[in-house]
């Protein structure tokens, strides 16, 4: 099989499809339909003579033709990304696609300087193409690890091998409860008690119990995997959760919010930089990594 143009945007869809787990979660990533996810699927697989996966009522599973084409893919899109990088360096000008996954939330952050970055590399270059993708915090680094991110802003409780983990800055966290909630007019004296029966939020990274070993009702009968989730499952007042600071605060100024108990229950999460081992000769790498480390420096 000649590879061609068309064949790499297939290629590229279907990692995602992978990534994501099925078409359906694949949609917002991809920004198309199912039906149209579906489609070009479905014309890899005739491309290809191979099907890839089974897909239906019993869910997304990747066939043995699928899970070696996968890996294939990575081997593939990665070198494309390398020799595109390559090519631009020997013009002695910056040039190519920064693909930059991050954690959610980070834009309100104060001390997040990603949007300096950015401008600092854009004022070197116009000949850039800007991709960012918010996942989750497990996402980043495994759009890392198989290439289809330059780099990565997030927070890791357990590094991969290969990765480089950079510190940034710290994320404070605190204990919330909402409006409506039986926390958030009780007096200071029956505030742990009442912690005790609470159900807490269970979330995917770096804020779970066996992070911050406080002790809480951890019942895993509300789980959510980014912060907007977390917030919605407080403002039901039903149940209390860790959110970050710079995050909360919009809820708090509206009275509609407290922290709990906030010396006690109070937790900070490094933020990182992630980049590829890989990727370390290639100068438009570099030029953002840079970036991203100074500006973190000067605004810290």
């Not at 309100?108 to 270059?125: E, H, N, T, V, Y």
């Not at 200071?188 to 807490?200: D, F, N, P, S």
Request: glycine residues 8%; neutral net charge.
């Amino acid at each position: 099989m000649q590879v061609q143009d068309v064949d790499l945007r297939l290629l590229r869809i279907f990692v995602t499809i992978v990534e994501c787990g099925g078409l359906s979660a694949a949609e917002s990533r991809l920004n198309i339909g199912r039906s149209t996810i579906s489609a070009h699927l479905s014309d890899l697989e005739v491309r290809l003579g191979l099907t890839l996966c089974k897909r239906g009522r019993s869910g997304f599973e990747l066939t043995e033709p699928g899970r070696i084409t996968y890996q294939a893919s990575l081997e593939l899109l990665q070198q494309c990304e390398a020799f595109a990088t390559t090519v631009a360096g020997s013009k002695h000008k910056l040039s190519g696609r920064v693909s930059l996954a991050t954690i959610d939330t980070l834009v309100g952050d104060p001390r997040c300087a990603i949007g300096k970055a950015i401008a600092a590399l854009k004022q070197k270059s116009d000949a850039i193409q800007f991709d960012i993708y918010v996942c989750e915090a497990r996402e980043v680094e495994t759009a890392v690890a198989n290439g289809r991110s330059l780099l990565g802003v997030g927070v890791s409780r357990h590094h991969i091998r290969g990765l480089e983990y950079t510190p940034l800055f710290n994320e404070t966290n605190y204990l919330y409860c909402a409006s409506g909630h039986p926390l958030f007019e009780c007096k200071e004296q029956e505030t742990e008690k009442l912690l005790q029966r609470a159900e807490v939020i269970t979330s995917n990274y770096m804020r779970d119990k066996e992070r911050r070993n406080d002790g809480l009702n951890y019942q895993n009968t509300a789980i959510a995997y980014h912060d907007e989730g977390i917030a919605h499952l407080i403002l039901s007042g039903k149940f209390i959760g860790y959110l970050p600071e710079h995050y909360a605060s919009y809820w708090v100024d509206k009275g509609l919010f407290k922290a709990i108990l906030p010396q006690q229950y109070c937790y900070h999460i490094p933020v990182v930089l992630i980049t590829s081992n890989n990727h370390s000769g290639s100068p438009l790498a570099q030029a953002m990594i840079d970036a991203i480390k100074r500006s973190h420096t000067v605004s810290n």
